[in-house]
């Protein structure tokens, strides 16, 4: 697999897309009660920091070396053993995994309590376009019912489910992943309405699941 990872921890730690948000504070939330917690593809690190704040023991892992993980590892094989962390997280990551279903799998298998997700939810095919034009790497947007079925098929029970309009800066987000010229240009076109006095508004799906009747 390519790194283009790697050399963009710095821009995702400063991401003002990353580094604040409601999603943030739901997920810290959700996260109460628990002890111990893994975060799924830490990018910059911001669930981890403040699931610490809040009080959990976090373990980050990440595909790629440059984003500084405790352990490098593909969402889609996590080495933990089964029921290792209370509370699994994943943000802001799931549209770029090659395989999301074995991803959640691997999610729900290493949780022992409740696996908490969010991301960018399929808005349209303009979107969709307009997000593989600024990064080749973004491989599909979910709908809320996909989401519904790569969770209740990873064996999870799901229990919350929330959506949260995301407004951040555009011309930031363009040079986050080096898209400029004919590409930004067209970019902005598809995404319309969605862009408005230099700021980008997309739209999060937050998703709480648990592993079973307790949650
Ligand atoms: C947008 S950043 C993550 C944002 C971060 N979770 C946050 O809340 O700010 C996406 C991250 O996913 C990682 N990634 C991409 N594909 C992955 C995979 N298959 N497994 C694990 N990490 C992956 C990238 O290396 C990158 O750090």
Not at 13 to 21: F, K, L, P, Q, Y
Not at 32 to 38: Q, S
Not at 46 to 65: F, K
Not at 182 to 200: P, S
């Amino acid at each position: 697999m390519t790194d283009i990872w790697s050399d963009r921890r710095q821009a995702y730690v400063e991401s003002d897309a990353h580094r604040g948000g409601d999603d943030l504070e739901l997920l810290v939330s959700w996260a109460a009660g628990g002890r111990t917690a893994l975060d799924v593809a830490t990018g910059g690190g911001h669930v981890a920091r403040r699931l610490r704040a809040a009080g959990l023991e976090v373990v980050t892992t990440d595909a790629a070396p440059g984003m500084r993980p405790d352990v490098v590892s593909r969402a889609e094989h996590l080495p933990f053993a089964d029921g290792s962390f209370d509370v699994v997280a994943c943000r802001t990551a799931a549209h770029h995994f090659a395989d999301v279903r074995a991803a959640v799998r691997e999610m729900a298998r290493v949780s022992g309590d409740r696996v908490l997700l969010v991301d960018t939810v399929h808005m349209g095919d303009d979107v969709e376009q307009a997000e593989m034009l600024r990064d080749p790497s973004h491989v599909r947007n979910y709908t809320d019912a996909e989401w519904a079925g790569i969770v209740v098929e990873a064996g999870l029970v799901l229990d919350h489910v929330v959506f949260l309009p995301h407004t951040f800066d555009l011309a930031a987000w363009l040079a986050r992943t080096g898209c400029q010229g004919e590409e930004a240009e067209r970019a902005v076109v598809l995404l319309g309405e969605r862009v408005a006095e230099g700021r980008l508004t997309l739209d999060k799906i937050a998703i709480r699941a648990g592993k079973g009747s307790e949650v």
